[in-house]
């Protein structure tokens, strides 16, 4: 595995631990504007695209507050994620309590195959996938979006505002390794990282989409030590692949870090952004 593959592949374990402060943090205001939206279609049943669906977190957050007559399409390049959400068809329900059907696809969404998966969507959904892409990339979503008048809800774009409360004097060192370690290429070329949220809009925005934004951070305490504790190895071991020769340093920092984390003494707050589009008419 090359170093763009490596950084493309997300442990189950990881997504499974991250998955109930990813629902607390969500901006519900954007769920309520999508519910309305999909409401308001005449079609019989709703094709809902989720790009990099992984264990399938937004589904399970999304399909109980949306209205009825969904179809899901969960697409990954994992397959061994999207195996792990074979029992949701049995487990998820819409608003209304009806049933919801699914699919799983396998697909590179950076190969060529992806227009053709987003035929007859309604609503375009991923949570936690920005980062990793290109501008040009989400440029071609944009114009495949537009072009079948799909709606579209990006929650969980991380925007790079971290705060940790007390500050420690390394923090801005780890963080500016970090944001250049995220701009590495996750096999679609060299990453947005931080950059995503505001790309989103301008992309869609240009081809006649109205737009809005909230954000979404994650609030981490020692009730939450272990996802905390995971995110700051993350975070170590992106900054020592960034700057092997201050990896003493680093690796000092994250100790510190994770034991004031699990002692009560740190608060963390991680920013991300949400987005929901409505095609123009
Ligand atoms: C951070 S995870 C988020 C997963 C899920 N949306 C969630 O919220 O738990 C990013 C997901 O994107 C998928 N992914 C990354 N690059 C991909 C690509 N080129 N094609 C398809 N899926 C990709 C990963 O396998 C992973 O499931």
Redesign the pocket.
């Known amino acids: 595995m090359n170093d763009a593959d490596r950084h ?3 442990a189950a374990d ?2 499974s631990l ?2 109930p402060v ?1 629902h607390a943090a969500r901006a519900e205001s954007l769920t309520a504007a999508a519910a309305d939206w999909l409401a308001g279609q005449a079609d019989a049943t709703y094709r809902i695209i ?9 589904l399970r957050y999304l399909a109980p507050r949306l209205p009825a007559r969904q179809h899901w399409c969960l ?4 397959r061994g ?1 999207l195996d792990t959400t074979r029992a949701e068809a049995d487990r998820c329900t819409d608003a209304n309590g009806g049933p919801v059907t699914i699919e799983t696809r396998t ?5 060529a195959d992806l227009e053709a998966a987003l035929d007859g969507a309604k609503l375009v959904s ?4 920005f980062d ?2 290109t501008q040009d990339w989400i440029e071609r979503l944009a114009r495949a979006c537009a072009r079948r008048g799909a709606a579209v809800l990006f ?2 774009s991380i925007d790079g505002h971290i705060d940790l409360a007390p500050a420690h004097a390394d923090d801005a060192v780890v963080f500016d390794l970090l944001a250049a370690h995220q701009q590495r290429d ?3 070329g060299a990453a947005l990282g931080e950059r995503a949220p505001a790309v989103l809009q301008q992309a869609f925005e240009a081809r006649g989409y109205t737009v809005t934004r909230r954000s979404s951070p994650w609030q981490i305490d020692r009730t939450q030590s272990e996802l905390g504790a995971a995110l700051i190895e993350g975070w170590r071991s992106a900054a020592c692949e960034q700057a092997p020769q201050a990896a003493a340093r680093i690796d000092d920092w994250a100790k510190a870090r994770i034991r004031a984390l699990r002692r009560g003494e740190l608060a963390m707050s991680v920013g991300h952004e949400d987005m929901f589009a409505t095609p123009g008419s």
Request: charged share 25%; proline share 0%.
């Open positions: 493309a592949y997300f990881w997504l991250r998955e990813d989720d790009l990099g669906a992984g264990r399938g977190s937004n697409l990954d390049h994992d994620l697909l590179d969404l950076a190969s991923a949570a936690a996938l990793l892409v929650v969980l996750k096999q679609f």
